[in-house]
């Protein structure tokens, strides 16, 4: 997996957390961004294990 298709989709999601708190809630923007943030890297976190393993098994059905 590109690393563009994991960088981008955890922007987007950290950015519209971000936004998303801003409207809902009255919380400081410090702690917005910390949500916002930890939101972004639980996207990552997924979607680098699933590009992990995506890629294990593309090289394991090449190696037989």
Do not use: C, E
């Not at 298709?5 to 809630?25: E, G």
């Amino acid at each position: 997996m590109r690393t563009y298709m994991i960088v981008i989709p955890s922007v987007i999601v950290a950015f519209a957390a971000n936004v998303a708190l801003d409207i809902l809630t009255d919380i400081p923007m410090l702690l917005r961004w910390v949500v916002a943030i930890a939101a972004g890297l639980v996207v990552t976190h997924v979607l680098s294990t699933i590009a992990n393993r995506r890629q294990r098994s593309i090289n394991s059905d090449q190696a037989k």
